[in-house]
């Protein structure tokens, strides 16, 4: 089912005793990187189609990136996703406006900034996966550094000028959820690559925090550098930990 609203006006495994500040693994990017953004709910009883298709498409090939946001006005029609964020249906709603598009609906997907369509349209998706986009190297040497819960991402050098952003993601790699309610009551959801947390960077400030609720779960950091004017996403860094 899809849910349509009116548009609106406007990513390293330790016990909790590990306290050592440690330096994680050296980052690794896409060398050919298709970012797929599926905007999703618990409660959308269309969306668990869609986070199975998109879960396949990603495992099969290594350079597909899936990052599952969880919007959260779903959450008024019987079931509050446990992953849902309002910041996550904001950023929804800037591509809704990006795109000229009249609501915002989930499940929605949208590849490399560029291109969307509904989540579950595989031929659609397929489609836009194939297309050419343009690479570059902005995102330079990032670290990663953590001291107990906390993990901090360190960028040398942010790119100057007004052209580029980029956006910092902390990403739980998967979850399982019991649902009790609402359209999906009675269900285990399986998801992958659930954005957590969210961050941007700019020229000023190369730095990023991010607090683990769980330290004994798989995470990773995933950086986005995207145009501005088209946000169009041009550089792609996992770091893993």
Known sequence: MKLFLFPLYICFVCTASCQKTQNLDAPFKLTKPVV???????????????????????????NILLLSFHVDYWNRLGWVDTFSNKSFTERQYMYGNLFGLQSVY???????????????????????INRKFEYQNIIANPKLVRQGNKVSLLIDNI???????????????????????????GLLLTHKNIVMDIKQLNS???????????TRENYMVVVLASQIDKEEINDVVVLRF
């Not at 009883?45 to 099969?60: H, I, Q, Y």
């Not at 291109?115 to 595989?122: I, W």
């Not at 400030?205 to 609720?213: R, S, T, Y």
């Open 106 to 128: 989930t499940p929605q997907v949208v590849i490399n900034g560029r291109y969307e369509t509904v989540g579950s349209n595989k031929k659609n998706i397929a489609n836009f």
């Open 204 to 214: 000023k400030n190369g730095k990023a925090d991010f607090v683990l609720k769980n």
């Open 36 to 62: 797929i953004e599926l905007f999703t709910s618990q409660g959308c009883s269309s969306c668990p189609p869609a986070e199975e298709l998109l879960a396949e498409m990603s495992d099969k090939d290594t």
């Open 159 to 185: 790119p100057l000028g007004n052209k580029y952003q980029l956006a910092a993601l902390l990403v739980k790699k998967e979850a399982a959820t019991q649902i009790n309610a609402g359209e999906n009551e």
